[in-house]
């Protein structure tokens, strides 16, 4: 009776018993080479071999154990689909796979990233998972027609960038308390700050450190450190379990919304008088973009509105404001002019109503109205509203407000009720405002950024691979400035992955425009919006991305390729 062993396995071998093994496996092959000897065939075969019944070839005396030749052996059934003979000029699986078909057998885990790379970027990239710029390529469709020297405008918003380059980014730690305090400076002051194209050292130079500090900065209302208080769509989850005092109080979240109120009007007044070239409000179910008169080749003051749903634009349409869909061209319960404003209401039910009543005339005359039963008014209703409802949180689903409309949005916006949650963790939340610039009520917010090196495998060994992250709100201009940044910083040459809110990338449609605008009388006009001359130039360009946004750029050379 065998002994049951604490912590034995009854298929562990100590290191000479597989010595020992080996070495039979080997003296059974040697055995093999041998030619086989023939052994007498059995009566009964023999019998029916003469009968002329078709059977195997008989097998040799090493053919059982696998002492037989390569021929000889039998295969396994299951090695192959089409469960057919082995060709005898056809080398085994085994030794197929034992020769290298590369210089070689494997790929080191660098390669195998550059291989991914090339097929697909990454949809979430870590710290330690950096892009290789070097071995970076994208297909034709992802490359503009001409290489540019500048990034095409994007208006969504940024939640994340990763730069990566083959020089260090250490020059963006530890600032100094004076560099720090006069980048708050700076950007306070509007200063223009221009940087040659290449930097030496980046470490020493104190203004490009500055300049860093000054393209971090962004203005949020409101301000609670304890929340994040963007992205605000999907957010639940994140707040969930935070502390909400104003949730079951309605006289704070009267006090919340009256000061959201006053710094909303504070922010439209600045981008009215061309002092605030544009703001974000966030809410928990929309995003709205208000753009000042002169940007993406509007000569008007415009805002988009995205997602929305067909109960938002009821009540945007029953208190008198005139938007358009840009995305969809024409539709049967909302008739659109040729300018591209809608029609009111009144005028679009008396067309619906002249659409029923044509509908059903022919049965009038053919004299059956009676004997069919008509459909309802709700029903006919209902089918023409389908696809509008169809649409609902969708990027086709985006409004555009123009002219002194945006000034009706704004009264619309601030008297809803239903731009509030009423329940879960934003019950009571005003809607977050995000400015590149100061207004009342405002609190000065600063983008995380931090630097990491990591070594990296390549084929003559490791290489020193540096990065750069920054988190937090990215809006526009906070973009176009970082770019020139590292442009000079980096010796033109750097890759980025770049992350968007999704529900704001739709912001970069074309808008119908009316004329062409004097791109001098643009800029001078907006001088004082406390943008740089180059960023301000930009912003002003018409959007050409669509319903996507910039997601992978690459700079070699100081020219810019890109993918979104």
């Known amino acids: 009776m065998a002994l049951s062993v604490p912590c034995y396995s009854p298929s562990f071998r100590k290191p000479p018993e597989v010595v020992r093994l080996r070495r039979?496996?080997?003296?059974?092959?040697?055995?093999?080479?041998?030619?086989?000897?023939?052994?007498?065939?059995?009566?009964?075969?023999?019998?029916?071999?003469?009968?002329g019944l078709h059977l195997r070839p008989f097998p040799a005396a090493g053919g059982r154990g696998g002492g037989g030749g390569p021929a000889a052996a039998r295969r396994n059934p299951f090695a192959r689909l089409d469960n057919r003979p082995r060709v005898a000029a056809e080398p085994p699986e085994g030794l197929a796979r034992e020769q290298p078909e590369a210089p070689g057998p494997f790929l080191d885990s660098n390669q195998e990233n550059d291989l991914l790379w090339e097929e697909k970027f990454?949809?979430?990239?870590?710290?330690?998972?950096?892009?290789?710029?070097?071995?970076?390529?994208?297909?034709?469709?992802?490359?503009?027609?001409?290489?540019?020297?500048?990034?095409?405008?994007?208006?969504?918003?940024?939640?994340?960038?990763l730069f990566t380059s083959s020089q260090p980014f250490t020059w963006a730690d530890h600032l100094k308390a004076q560099e720090e305090a006069q980048g708050l400076v700076q950007h306070c002051r509007a200063t223009e700050v221009t940087l040659p194209k290449s930097i030496q050292d980046p470490k020493l130079s104190t203004e490009l450190r500055c300049a860093f500090q000054q393209s971090l900065i962004y203005w949020l209302h409101p301000a609670l450190s304890w929340l994040p208080l963007f992205p605000r769509i999907g957010a639940d989850r994140k707040m969930a379990g935070k502390t909400s005092p104003w949730s079951n109080d309605a006289t704070l979240q009267h006090v919340l919304m009256s000061d959201w109120s006053v710094s909303f009007t504070s922010l439209y007044n600045l981008l009215k008088t061309k002092l605030c070239p544009y703001f974000y409000v966030c809410t928990y179910q929309f995003t709205v973009l208000f753009r000042a008169a002169g940007l993406a080749g509007s000569d008007l003051i415009t805002a988009l509105i995205s997602p929305t749903t067909r109960g938002l634009r009821e009540a945007m349409r029953n208190e008198g404001i005139e938007f358009s869909l840009p995305l969809i061209k024409e539709s049967g319960y909302k008739k659109e002019t040729a300018s591209g404003t809608s029609l009111g209401y009144g005028e679009e039910q008396a067309i619906s109503d002249e659409d029923e009543e044509e509908s059903f005339s022919w049965l009038e005359e053919m004299g059956v109205q009676d004997k069919i039963k008509k459909p309802d008014i709700l029903s006919i209703k209902l089918r023409k509203e389908k696809h509008e409802v169809q649409m609902d949180h969708r990027p086709e689903s985006v409004v555009l407000v123009k002219g002194i409309n945006t000034f009706t949005l704004l009264n619309f916006l601030i008297n809803c009720k239903s731009l509030v949650a009423t329940s879960g963790p934003q019950a009571g939340l005003p809607p977050t405002l995000l400015s590149p610039v100061a207004f009342r009520g405002a609190t000065m917010q600063i983008l995380k950024a931090r630097s990491v090196n990591v070594k990296t495998q390549a084929l003559s060994g490791y290489r020193d691979q540096f990065s750069l992250e920054i988190t937090g709100p990215i809006m526009p201009h906070s973009l176009h400035s970082l770019t020139m940044l590292l442009k000079s910083s980096q010796s033109g040459s750097f890759s980025a992955v770049l992350y968007p809110h999704e529900p704001t990338a739709v912001f970069n449609i074309c808008l119908p425009v009316d004329k062409v605008l004097d791109m001098e009388v643009v800029h001078?006009?907006?001088?004082?919006?406390?943008?740089?001359?180059?960023?301000?130039?930009?912003?002003?360009?018409?959007?050409?991305?669509?319903?996507?946004?910039?997601?992978?750029?690459?700079?070699r050379d100081y020219i810019y390729n890109w993918r979104s």
């Open 524 to 555: 001078k006009e907006l001088t004082n919006c406390g943008l740089h001359p180059n960023t301000l130039e930009q912003l002003s360009q018409i959007p050409l991305l669509g319903k996507s946004s910039l997601r992978n750029v690459v700079l």
């Open 24 to 51: 039979k496996r080997a003296r059974s092959r040697g055995a093999a080479a041998s030619p086989p000897r023939e052994l007498p065939e059995p009566a009964a075969r023999r019998a029916a071999l003469a009968a």
């Open 122 to 161: 990454p949809e979430r990239t870590t710290v330690t998972e950096l892009p290789q710029t070097s071995h970076v390529s994208f297909s034709e469709s992802d490359i503009p027609s001409s290489e540019n020297t500048e990034l095409p405008v994007d208006w969504s918003i940024k939640t994340r960038l």
